[in-house]
């Protein structure tokens, strides 16, 4: 809708070029002029800019209708100055039409600077070096041809003017609005219509001198950090890695320590049943035979059958005491022993068992180390170990049995440790050494149980054995026994 506010021109006021007008406002302030032009920017209720062939200027209105930019007006009012620069005041104006939109001069800034084109449209290529943020508009620095100026664009209307990156060559359209100080030119400004009347022509470059700088200052102080952090980092993960991996190894190795005592319990059940009644049979077969040796004695040739019968079956319940051992169905006649006394008694033993080429020793302690088992049986299964350990020395070697007190899961154990520097047991071994008849020598030289006693026996007490031994390297096997308490000894003793 074009709405019309009627001007009431007096007939006297001829129409006049713009450029006229301007000499008028300097010469004779307060001329009532008329104008015809086309509007190169507006702001409702305070101003227009309208220029025709002969140049531009300012028109200060009172009142707005609506107006855009390229509307032709025909304003009347009075010719003055407005800030020294001239303009037509109390003006009031009609629109008449609709005109092309007006295309900006394009200017050398340095002209600007020394006061040319007041009021017109021009357009200007310089470079943006930022924004200045005013009270109902926000400013854009620029420097084109050596002169700085500020184009100022209404907040409302700014976009995304005001976010350029600084640096970058621009092409800003707008009225030039010369500053006068003292009747002479002392700067200028641009007045943008909108945020498009700022158009990018060349970004600039992210990568910048100063930018560089920055950025390497930056780097070489976070740099070090960064290294010192990843380090920490690194010696955490591995420290974490490492504790994860001996739990790791913990948890397989106490989940193979529980496989192979399951095994053992197993087999030891089904070895105690049939070795218990095995060992009822034998005792009727060795009774029975004993009295046929005895009844036999005028009959030289079948009293050395029934001898050889007799023979058998004591090598046979022999067996099944090892294999009763093993299956913890023993029984045993418990007694304070004291591992000292017994590692110094059982070196002569040792000795004339394992021959020459075997030195045997005992590292025995001076304070007594007592435990309440049977002797025999522990010197059975010490007999046990060292047989083991001279087959494991042909060459010969050396055999120690060492007596100490260590701290086991919190406690102090009684330990019998008995060392050889044999051949060691290979990898693949150790895991069935003290499985019932599992035997590494040919037929007829070992029948498997030596170690099933050992463990049996050592179980049975209330202990635990264990193996250490490397391959060449010799072996040691440790036996660990509760400790008995000073006073429980004392008050044995004293029965
Ligand atoms: N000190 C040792 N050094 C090297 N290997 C050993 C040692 N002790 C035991 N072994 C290995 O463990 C296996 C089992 O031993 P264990 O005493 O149970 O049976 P054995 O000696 O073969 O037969 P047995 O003792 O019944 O006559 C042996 O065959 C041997 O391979
Ligand atoms: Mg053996």
């Given at each position: 809708m074009v709405l019309v506010w009627l001007a009431v021109v007096p007939a006297w006021a001829a129409l006049q070029p713009i450029s006229r007008v301007r000499e008028i406002a300097q010469v004779a302030p307060s001329t009532r002029v008329v104008i015809r032009g086309t509007v190169t920017r507006c702001r409702p209720g305070h101003s227009l800019y309208v220029q025709d062939q002969t140049g531009s200027i300012l028109v200060r209105i009172d009142k707005s209708s609506p107006v855009a930019v390229g509307d032709i007006v025909e304003v009347s009012g009075l010719a003055d100055v407005d800030n020294d620069a001239p303009a037509v005041i109390h003006a009031r104006y009609e629109k008449f039409g609709v005109a092309e939109a007006p295309v900006p001069i394009g200017v050398d800034a340095r002209d600007l600077a020394q006061?040319?084109?007041?009021?017109d449209l021009v357009a200007v290529e310089g470079t943006f070096g930022g924004v200045r943020t005013g009270h109902t508009e926000d400013g854009l620095m620029i420097l084109a041809d050596g002169v700085d100026f500020i184009a100022w664009v209404p907040k409302e209307t700014a976009g995304s003017a005001t976010a350029l990156r600084p640096g970058s060559r621009v092409r800003v359209r707008g009225i030039v609005s010369i500053n006068v100080t003292n009747g002479r030119p002392s700067g200028f400004e641009l007045l943008m219509?909108?945020?498009?009347?700022a158009m990018v022509i060349r970004r600039a470059a992210w990568w910048t001198t100063r930018g560089a700088w920055t950025t390497a200052v930056v780097v070489a102080a976070v740099l070090p950090l960064l290294f010192s952090y990843v380090f920490l980092l690194q010696r955490q993960v591995r420290r974490q890695t490492a504790i994860i991996h001996q739990k790791l190894l913990a948890e397989s190795e106490l989940k193979e320590q529980y496989r192979q005592a399951q095994k053992m319990e197993a087999i030891g059940r089904l070895a105690g049943g049939i070795a218990h009644d095995f060992n009822n049979i034998m005792t009727v077969v060795l009774g029975h035979s004993e009295m046929l040796v005895l009844e036999l004695k005028d009959h030289p040739e079948l009293r050395t059958s029934a001898e050889e019968i007799r023979n058998a079956a004591e090598r046979a319940a022999g067996l099944t005491r090892q294999l009763l051992a093993f299956s913890r169905r023993q029984k045993l006649d418990p007694a304070p022993v004291d591992l000292n006394a017994v590692a110094r008694d059982m070196v002569s033993l040792l000795s004339r068992v394992l021959g020459g080429e075997i030195e045997v020793r005992a590292e025995a302690g001076a304070e007594a180390v007592t435990i309440e088992t049977d002797r025999a049986q522990l010197e059975q299964a010490l007999l046990n170990l060292a047989v083991n350990a001279r087959d494991a020395m042909p060459e010969g070697g050396r055999l120690v049995l060492s007596v100490s007190r260590q701290a086991r899961d919190g406690q102090t154990a009684a330990v019998m440790a008995v060392t050889d520097t044999g051949t060691g047991i290979a990898l693949d071994v150790r895991g069935h050494?003290?499985?019932?008849?599992?035997?590494?020598?040919?037929v007829g030289r070992g029948s498997g149980l030596g170690l099933a006693m050992v463990y049996g026996f050592v179980q049975q007490s209330g202990g635990a054995i264990q193996v250490y031994s490397t391959v060449g390297g010799g072996t040691t096997f440790e036996l660990a026994f509760p400790l008995t308490p000073p006073a429980a000894r004392s008050r044995s003793d004293a029965c």
């Open positions: 006061g040319k084109h007041d009021a219509r909108t945020g498009d009347d050494i003290f499985d019932p008849f599992f035997t590494t020598k040919e």
